[in-house]
């Protein structure tokens, strides 16, 4: 569950599951404005067009305001939003198909990709999370996501999209030292000088722990 406003500036909300989200996507509750939205040229029109989209705070319920003080519960859900994705068909193909991938769409402007994951249930962790898997989505399908979207009280913006991507049995992006970059240097630098050969595992093992 999350909260979801019926404009930008908006303070009350309401709560919302993701099968409310799911829906209001597919079937295209907001059609009207994002048909004319991605027809628009000048940028002020756009803006002032997006503005009118209803939003919800897809990772929590919020309180009295948009604040991190007022997270009220964390949904374990969060948005990576890529922003004018070049071969842009051939790209969301490949992210739907991917085994992190819980929820994808077009974006509202209709030449990007949102994209919303399934996390670890901590507040406390979700900078971390969105930044490991920003460089995992980076590395492996060279796009780049929109760094604003860090920020646990980040809105997203209601799309439209008749071929919305849903992943019920996507993988949650759980913390995993052995993935980290730190610790796979520090493999590359013990393994410069020992081995994790026997008569030596102690050694290794011992001077492992102490790097890290």
């Known amino acids: 569950e999350f909260s979801y406003y019926k404009l930008l500036t908006e303070k009350n909300n309401s709560i919302w599951n993701i099968d409310d989200l799911i829906n209001s996507i597919k079937i295209g509750a907001v059609k009207d404005l994002i048909e004319k939205l991605r027809i628009e040229n000048e940028v002020k029109e756009k803006s002032k067009i997006k503005k009118q989209l209803p939003a919800v705070s897809i990772s929590g319920i919020f309180g009295n305001s948009r604040t991190q003080d007022?997270?009220?519960?964390?949904?374990?859900?969060?948005?990576?939003?890529?922003d004018k994705v070049p071969e842009l068909n051939s790209v969301i193909t490949k992210i739907k198909n991917d085994p992190y991938s819980f929820i994808c769409f077009i974006s509202p402007s209709g030449n990007g990709i949102k994209l919303i994951c399934k996390v670890e249930p901590d507040s406390n962790k979700h900078k971390w999370s969105f930044n490991t898997l920003s460089k995992y989505f980076r590395d492996k399908y060279k796009i780049v996501a929109d760094e604003s979207c860090k920020d646990v009280t980040r809105l997203m913006f209601l799309s439209y999209d008749p071929e919305i991507s849903i992943n019920k049995n996507s993988a949650i992006w759980t913390f995993d030292i052995f993935q980290s970059e730190n610790y796979n240097r520090l493999v590359n630098w013990i393994n410069k000088d020992?081995?994790?050969?026997?008569?030596?595992?102690?050694?290794?093992l011992l001077k492992l722990a102490f790097a890290c």
């Open 194 to 204: 020992q081995k994790f050969i026997e008569g030596n595992r102690h050694n290794y």
């Open 70 to 82: 007022q997270l009220l519960k964390y949904s374990g859900l969060i948005q990576l939003d890529f």
